[in-house]
């Protein structure tokens, strides 16, 4: 049987916001169509495209802003490298003049009203966010394919199974936490350390270094961008930024006009509990408003759980001084694998599991990242990823308007801090004695999604998302 096989760039991959299930993972099927209309030579006959959208996909598709991904993704446009100050201007043109240039390419006549459809009470079984294009062509034919986005903007497309990609011979094969701990064990190799050999496979260890510190960069913007912007979150709730005001509060009156100064400054400020607690906080405050703000994040494994990671890496590189290239790039290597298991095991999808798949599973990773790289044991490692998975099981996904604010960019700061605190027991304990594994707790969390009720999953029709009363402007 074909297993999957995980990059690190499969895990963190850089896009736009606020959802990588519900904003990445649709804006990719719609670059995936238009290729295979390409593929099939029939670009060119397209006269008319219509999109359905079933399930978690139509229930929270405005808030998430499926919409807006996907037609920029039939566009051509790129989440990696599309300015995001054009998105507004792009959209607007679009639902104005009645047309879009299908992959850059071919003009067709498009009506955001009619040609967009939100099947609110349909689901298809394999997974809840499910996209149907339909395309028509001028010889009066028509060409359908459904693709599913099944969590991290991970994408399938219907009839296959997600492992089409070229198998690779990788030296230390991982399947669950038990695999890894075998390699690392026999090899006396750190987690990091077996990633990287795992990603010798598809690359060279210089473009995965490389690719690994373009995707810090771009967290790292975002954490400073998101301190140093005001305003309100899209979408009508009316919530206000408040990592910017928070970081004013923390760092005084200083102006610092860039990241480094800016982190110089910050450990000026000492390393108090309160003082690196507010810190951890805002900075996972800062990426999930840009999220919100349809910013550039990377998914890590999820945009709605974007914070978290950056949150906990900023944390180690500003009060453990971690900034050093190689530090940085063993966090993130070693986090990955982690999300790889939970991927495998289980999911990373809320749709399919509540927010412990999403905010559960980046603390996770982030607290066996962080207890790697202050030099904990591979086994304590795996006890962090345990302990913080452990703390999030059952944690339901219930996004209020079906925005990805409340309570999903608090809950950012959530997972942070359980991160770090797991990551704390996991150095002061002795793994040897511990009496839940991380397998087991990937287990258990696969076994609380399946038996989670559908209302919980992504789909506003429980939880906070129905008793918090709030009036959103018509779509």
């Known amino acids: 049987m074909q ?23 649709p804006w990719r099927a719609a670059q995936q169509f238009t290729a295979s209309l390409k593929e099939q030579n029939l ?42 100050s054009s998105i507004d201007s792009t959209i607007e043109s679009i639902k104005k003049n009645h047309s879009l240039v299908l992959a850059g390419e071919q003009p067709i006549t498009f009506n955001y009203d009619d040609d967009l459809v939100f099947l609110f009470f349909e689901s298809l079984p394999f997974h809840p966010n499910a996209v ?21 903007g991970f994408v399938i497309k219907e009839g296959e199974d997600g492992k089409e990609r070229e198998q690779v011979d990788l030296p230390f094969p991982i399947e ?8 690392c064990l026999t090899t006396g190799l750190k987690v990091s350390e077996v990633v990287l ?42 919530v206000a930024r408040r990592a910017v005001a928070l970081n004013k509060r923390l760092i005084g009156n200083g102006v610092y006009t860039n990241y480094e100064s800016w982190v110089t400054a910050i450990r000026a400020g000492g390393n108090g509990f309160n003082y690196t607690l507010d810190w951890v906080s805002c900075f996972a405050l800062a990426v999930n408003e840009e999220n919100a703000s349809f910013g550039r994040v990377v998914t890590a494994p999820t945009n709605g ?38 991927k495998k095991g289980a999911t990373i999808s809320a749709a399919m599991g509540g927010c412990q798949a999403e905010i559960g599973v980046s603390s996770a990773m982030a607290a066996a990242a962080l207890t790697e790289c202050l030099g904990g044991s591979q086994r304590q490692v795996l006890m962090a990823a345990e302990i913080a998975m452990e703390h999030h099981l059952g944690l339901t996904c219930d996004p209020i308007g079906g925005l990805v604010q409340i309570p999903c960019i608090e809950r950012n700061t959530m997972g942070a801090i359980k991160a770090i605190t797991a990551s704390q027991l996991a150095l002061q304990s002795n793994p040897d004695k511990a009496k839940v594994s991380l397998d087991a707790v990937v287990n258990t969390m696969w076994e609380t999604a399946l038996d989670m009720n559908s209302k919980y999953k992504e789909t506003s029709d429980g939880g906070l998302a129905t008793n918090i009363p709030i009036s959103l402007p018509e779509c």
Request: proline share 2%.
């Open 3 to 25: 297993r999957e096989q995980i990059s690190v760039f499969d895990i963190f991959k850089i896009g736009i916001g606020p959802s990588s299930s519900h904003t990445l993972g």
């Open 43 to 84: 670009l060119g006959e397209v006269e008319q495209i219509k999109i359905l959208l079933y399930g978690s996909l139509a229930k929270t598709g405005i808030g998430h802003g499926t919409d807006v991904a996907i037609l920029l993704g039939l566009t051509g446009a790129d989440p990696v490298t599309f300015d995001v």
């Open 132 to 152: 149907t294009f339909q395309a028509f062509l001028k010889t009066g034919k028509a060409i359908s394919e459904t693709y599913y986005s099944i969590g991290g």
């Open 176 to 183: 669950k936490a038990a695999d890894l701990l075998h390699w």
């Open 197 to 238: 050999e795992n990603e010798l496979a598809w690359r060279t260890e210089t473009a995965t270094r490389t690719g690994i510190l373009q995707h810090f960069n771009v967290m790292k913007d975002c954490i400073y961008r998101g301190c140093h912007t005001s305003g309100f979150l899209p979408g009508g709730l009316n």
């Open 305 to 342: 759980a974007a914070g978290v990671i950056p949150a906990v890496l900023q944390y180690f590189i500003t009060f453990c001084d971690g900034f050093a290239e190689e530090k940085i790039t063993q966090f993130i290597a070693c986090a990955s694998e982690i999300g790889s298991i939970f």
